[in-house]
Nanobody
Framework: QVQLAESGGGSVQAGGSLRLSCAAP????????VTWFHQAPGKEREEIAT????????YYADSVKGRFTISQDNAKSTVYLQMNSLKPEDTAMYYC???????????????????WGQGTQVTVSS
């Protein structure tokens, strides 16, 4: 059973940056699809960014293109989400999720993934 653990959330002012980490101790992210979701109170969990470790291809939701970057470090069994130029509307709980093999077509959904972390809160003040 793969256990994912997110870290790096916090409170920042608009325009600031945070880097989230999604670690899977004891496992590698090779040949896996890893997605960052966010969920604001009262809203659906939405895909923010995805990386397929098999080829390194990435996908970003329109709302974060040009501001967020997803990357992986297989040696550290970690996937990162670098978030720059943060906006108050980025405030949400952020979750990473993983599945073996290739990624389903976007937008990815909760049901597409079998492995989840516990989430990390990001709060952006104006």
């Amino acid at each position: 059973q793969v256990q994912l653990a997110e870290s790096g959330g916090g409170s920042v002012q608009a325009g600031g940056s945070l880097r989230l980490s999604c670690a899977a101790p004891g496992y590698t992210f090779s040949n896996k699809c890893v997605t960052w979701f966010h969920q604001a109170p009262g809203k659906e969990r939405e895909e923010i960014a995805t990386i397929y470790s098999g080829g390194g291809s990435t996908y970003y939701a329109d709302s974060v293109k040009g501001r967020f970057t997803i990357s992986q470090d297989n040696a550290k069994s970690t996937v990162y989400l670098q978030m720059n130029s943060l906006k108050p509307e980025d405030t949400a709980m952020y979750y990473c999720a993983a599945r073996w093999g290739s990624c389903p077509p976007p937008p990815r959904k909760k049901a597409d993934f079998g492995y989840w972390g516990q989430g990390t809160q990001v709060t952006v003040s104006s």
